[in-house]
């Protein structure tokens, strides 16, 4: 097992003492990735030093160092868990909660004892460690968060990865028993992970409402989905404080003579972007020579040859990849600030998908641009403009209202 990490700004007395709040998230910073920065959010805005226990990712995703300023300074001790990273196999599953169960077990006998833990999914594993760490210390207050629904995709699609029939499992359906509910018997890991939140946990939190009708929707137990309702409450994804937007001053030069929209995420031509571009092709000339939109997106190879396809090289830039705080910086940089929807409509009744972009952008203070879905999480935001996603003519009319401005 890895050694543990000693947190600089922590102190010596509080290290040897440990923390009573526990944190399980099998990603967490300093790794690149949405559920390590809302996991470490949820720790800034709770306030109480904590011991962390995370997945040694690595081989998966690169790390940043600005993650460090959202919580470290809380982060009492961390334990990066050398399980393999497997997003969803059973064997990672195993490995990264045997690891931590030994670990936790140990910081909670050095101290005077955990009295809360929190776990956020995505991933399944941190769902699983923390089940198994509630039966094995039933007086901590577990509250776990889901980030969107694990058994469900963004197609609607039931996600399913076996889990495997060994002791783990057998423990785990014992304690779903105890807590007076029968286990899972579809063998998928999701579903596991899923419901013995459900089952277990004290607290459960969902971003959104919507998120919480669509994983409901599969609970066939009615006095699970009581219980669901009792114990759970919609807390969207955190927003930092306005100094994070000045911590960092990134080299990227905007053009002043225009107005300059800014765009941060995945990047597909067929959907969202697709109908910005064009929009800004059937844009007046005249108009489309006040406006810029910058592609902060990976694979920006790709952005650049649909932008030349089009011939929108005048007014659309690819940017560079950014660390979290530069991210930050540049939206408040920004005039406009992008954001869209997954597309949902005839898949999913409702759309429980509100892109934790939102979160950022809101302290930026930086107009938002959202292109919705009717009905939507983020079509009930105080957005400054509003387009439906693939409707080309109504983008037309906010790039026009935007070039004006």
């Known amino acids: 097992m890895a050694d543990t990490t000693a947190v600089p700004g922590a102190g010596d007395d509080q290290g040897r003492a440990g923390a009573r709040d526990l944190v399980v998230s099998y990603c967490f910073p300093p790794y690149v990735d949405t559920s390590a920065v809302v996991a470490a959010k949820r720790v800034r ?26 919580a470290d300074h809380l982060v009492v001790r961390r334990q990066q868990l050398p399980s393999p990273t497997l997003f969803s196999s059973w064997r990672g599953i195993t490995g990264f909660t045997q690891r931590g169960v030994q670990r936790a077990l140990e910081w909670d006998r050095e101290g005077e004892g955990y009295l809360r833990m929190y776990s956020r999914a995505h991933f399944t594993a941190s769902h699983v460690l923390a089940a198994r760490l509630a039966l094995l210390r039933p007086g901590m207050e577990w509250t776990a968060e889901f980030s969107d629904p694990l058994s469900r995709d963004v197609t609607g699609a039931v996600r399913h990865a076996p889990a495997r029939e060994d002791s783990l499992l057998e423990t785990l359906g014992e304690g779903m028993r105890r807590a007076g509910f029968a286990p899972p018997t579809s063998g998928n890991s999701f579903e596991w992970a899923e419901q013995l939140a459900f089952a277990m946990a004290e607290t459960i939190v969902f971003t959104n409402e919507h998120q919480r009708e669509l994983m409901l929707e599969r609970v066939a137990d009615a006095e699970l989905v009581d219980r669901v309702r009792e114990h759970s409450r919609v807390s969207p994804h955190p ?13 990227y030069p905007l053009p002043g003579d225009r107005r300059n929209i800014g765009y941060f995420g995945n990047f597909y031509a067929t959907r969202g972007m697709g109908s910005v ?3 800004l092709e059937a844009l007046p000339q005249r108009l489309r020579a006040e406006v810029c939109l910058h592609v902060f997106a990976g694979r920006p190879d790709e952005v650049e040859q649909e932008v030349a396809r089009r011939g929108l090289g005048d007014c659309v830039r690819t940017g560079p990849f950014l660390g979290y705080l530069e991210f930050l910086a540049m939206c408040r940089r920004m005039d406009v600030l992008l954001v869209s929807d997954a597309v949902t409509q005839g898949l999913l009744a409702t759309n429980p998908f509100l892109p934790s972009k939102w979160s950022d952008y809101r302290g930026s203070g930086t107009p938002v641009w959202g292109m919705v879905e009717p009905g939507s999480v983020l079509d009930a935001q105080p957005l400054d403009h509003r387009s439906p996603v693939d409707h080309v003519s109504a983008a037309v009319q906010v790039l026009a209202a935007v070039a004006r401005s």
């Open 45 to 70: 805005e709770t306030g109480r030093p904590v011991d962390v226990l995370q997945n040694r990712m690595s081989a998966e995703r690169a790390t940043d160092r600005g993650l460090a300023r959202i």
């Open 239 to 251: 927003t930092l404080p306005e100094e994070f937007y000045s911590l960092a001053d990134p080299e």
């Open 277 to 279: 571009l064009a929009a």
